[in-house]
């Protein structure tokens, strides 16, 4: 699958992710490589490269799978119900160690953090997680750091956001980060982010 | 497809829709219907239900097809770049001028506005859609009342949102419309839509 982009961009899907865990990244980073100089390339996986059902049934086709990925500059960690049995999974976790050592930057969103923390990738490290995650987090690995009031943690090559939505603000937060400030203010124009919740 | 909920909300996919026009609001309708004592029902449909290839690549699988899908309470009609061949597709807009007459509630994001215009239901009624989208949306209907000013337009039957992310804000209203605010502050907190965009 590699096109030679050395920001090769790489969003995990599974059984079980939270939709906007895996859409709201993958647009922010998506609309980014449509304009950037840099011509990053953003690809979805699965384990094995067949669809999944997501938390709440909408179901993705990937573009390729775990073994056919190739190296990575950036791995998106979505989270959702699903990270659960893959934090148990230690055929997962070993993989999840692999990928990490070949990987500069891992960024979980949501409960992605409990499947880095289950792999050993957050210890004596401050991260985040959804606001209903941070027991399980520290049961997990009890030397994290937890922050609760981040919207994402950027601790260098691990970089973690609270839950779901906060998945939009991390990745705009790795555009600026790959490639610039105002690189990041023209996908957040495109994609209108001016958030006025209504309740 | 149907299961007797009165409160069957579609969400329609097509070839270039936005992913995070679609995926915005079905995660919030979607995390609504899981707790809801008024038991919604979320689906997506493509027009012949087989899989589509989003705006920046995602593939989805709906649910079911336009023929499928059943009577809907709420109709969600995503944007992206798919909807400029939807807006000149004579045969899509008397699909859709039909599923209108026969849905309480339509709402679009982002620029499916456009196709709405086109369809003729927006005729001398306010609306909104992407910034970039407004000379696009009045040159299809010139009676269009255009709001290039609100987060999302809400006239009664017919909703309509700004730009891509904006459709999360106005899935919010229409949960608080549809059920109540306290149950779309649910959703805001499940979510975790506490967003501080970060350039």
Request: proline residues 7%.
């Amino acid at each position: 699958m590699s096109t030679g982009s050395p920001l090769r961009i790489g969003v995990f899907v599974f059984d079980g992710a939270e939709e906007l865990d895996v859409v709201g990244p993958y647009d922010v980073l998506s609309s980014w490589a449509l304009h950037s100089p840099l011509r990053p390339e953003v690809l979805t996986f699965s384990s094995d490269g067949q669809g999944v059902r997501c938390a709440k049934g909408l179901c993705l086709v990937p573009d390729t799978s775990a073994h056919e990925v190739g190296p990575l500059h950036v791995l998106v960690y979505p989270g959702g119900q699903g990270t659960r049995a893959l934090a148990a999974d230690t055929h997962h976790l070993a993989w999840v160690r692999e990928v990490r050592a070949a990987t500069p930057l891992v960024a979980s969103v949501c409960t992605g953090a409990l499947v880095l923390a289950a792999a050993g990738l957050l210890a004596g490290r401050p991260a985040t997680t959804h606001w209903a995650a941070f027991d399980e987090l520290v049961a997990l690995d009890p030397s994290v750091l937890p922050d609760d009031e981040a919207r994402f943690v950027d601790d260098g090559d691990v970089v973690t956001s609270a839950g779901v939505s906060a998945g939009i603000d991390m990745a705009l937060h790795l555009v600026a980060r790959l490639e610039g400030v105002e690189a990041a203010r023209a996908v957040r124009r495109g994609i209108q982010y001016d958030p006025e919740p209504p309740v």
